[in-house]
């Protein structure tokens, strides 16, 4: 009798860590002009690939389009994009409870991207700013031990190309992004057709960004760079640019980026095809993944090279919706999960890991204006 009972506590244990080894955390930052609350804790099934039909939390919050986690996940940073842009700054407990804890200005209009600082003292926030005038910039604030945000310590400007007059007119910084090993921000502004680069520096609590030598990489005229991504070595980085439809490879020497690739992510010629978006590399580096917008509306799949980190084209893939606002790979890298945020889905897809290749749909999961998706493992 004592056996069977050892015997059905053991398979009770077993079965509990397995279903608590399929379950991930996904969170969904969306724009709240519609039904949307703001940010939605979901169960994911890592071996199913289905998101729980029902929230376990909903954190009221206005327009949370980005989400940044620490690098211990206990706490979550959102930027509210909005006119006079706002950040948010939330606790997450061991249970993966989230709690707010403030929120300050970020000193410009419609924030749209953050990242932290290695050492997670500084976040550093892009205002896109939709209108021209004073257009968009680049902020850093300071991040207390306990979580809560500063204000702003930090405010930068860079001065736009004008080559599209009705897009380019004002600078707007699209995403900024640390370098691997922390030193650098790179910070992609749309607006001027550049990406810039600044040294960072801890220490200095004024003034934390300073221009790198070189001060920044010129993409081509009209082409708005968007979002940056180094592989895991940071040897080399690949850049999205938004308005020509384009995935850049770069070669990483000295914090300099060297273009090695350009390449479209469209073969059609209308500019309406034409909007690239998020990227990001699979957990083994071996394949880049880029959505495209607009008319196209497809997730773009590359094989990188081995050594030279060098694309070629793989697939193509229907996000099934309309507008891929943001994208993720799940922690099995089993599966993508699109934010189709004008289509209120996360269009979840079955990946082979080993051809890289996007299958089949398992679930569209209504979901009001999704913009952005993070794990908590």
Excluded at 114 to 129: E, G, I, K, M, P
Excluded at 145 to 164: A, F, I, M, Y
Aim: some cysteine; hydrophobic content about 40%; charged content about 20%.
């Amino acid at each position: 009798m004592k056996n069977r009972t050892w015997t059905s506590l053991l398979t009770a244990s077993l079965m509990s860590l397995t279903i608590a080894a399929q379950a991930a955390t996904l969170l969904v930052g969306s724009y709240t002009d519609g039904q949307s609350q703001g940010i939605y804790r979901y169960t994911f099934d890592t071996k199913t690939g289905q998101i729980a039909p029902t929230p376990l939390q909903v954190v009221k919050s206005v327009s949370p389009s980005w989400l940044v986690l620490s690098a211990d996940q206990r706490q979550l940073f959102a930027v509210n994009e909005t006119v006079n842009g706002q950040v948010s700054s939330f606790s997450v407990s061991a249970k993966g409870e989230i709690k707010p804890l403030n929120q300050v200005a970020s000193r410009g209009d419609e924030p749209t991207h953050a990242s932290l600082s290695r050492d997670q003292r500084y976040l550093f926030v892009a205002n896109y700013a939709v209108a021209p005038n004073p257009g968009g910039s680049l902020v850093v604030i300071p991040v207390a031990k306990d979580g809560k945000l500063k204000e702003v310590v930090q405010k930068l400007r860079h001065t736009p190309s004008k080559v599209n007059p009705e897009r380019q007119a004002g600078a707007h910084v699209h995403s900024l992004v640390l370098s691997p090993d922390g030193q650098h921000v790179y910070a992609c502004d749309l607006g001027a057709d550049k990406v810039f680069i600044y040294r960072y520096d801890g220490a200095s609590a004024d003034h934390p960004l300073s221009p790198a030598i070189p001060a920044a990489v010129d993409l081509p005229p009209g082409s708005g760079p968007r979002h940056l991504l180094f592989d895991a070595k940071g040897r080399h980085a690949y850049l999205t640019l938004e308005m020509s439809g384009e995935v850049v490879m770069f070669d990483v020497k000295d914090d300099a980026l060297l273009e090695r690739q350009r390449l479209p992510l469209t073969e059609r010629q209308d500019a309406a095809a034409k909007a690239s978006g998020g990227l990001h590399l699979s957990a083994d580096g071996r394949f880049l993944y880029v959505s495209n917008r607009g008319t196209a509306n497809e997730i773009v799949v590359f094989s990188v090279g081995k050594d030279d980190g060098q694309l070629s084209f793989l697939q193509r893939r229907s996000v099934e919706g309309d507008h891929p606002r943001e994208f993720a790979l799940d922690p099995s890298d089993n599966f993508l999960l699109v934010a189709n945020q004008k289509s209120n889905q996360i269009v979840v897809m079955r990946r082979d890991p080993r051809s890289g290749k996007l299958g089949e749909t398992v679930q569209a999961f209504t979901q009001d204006a999704p913009s952005d998706l993070k794990f908590i493992e």
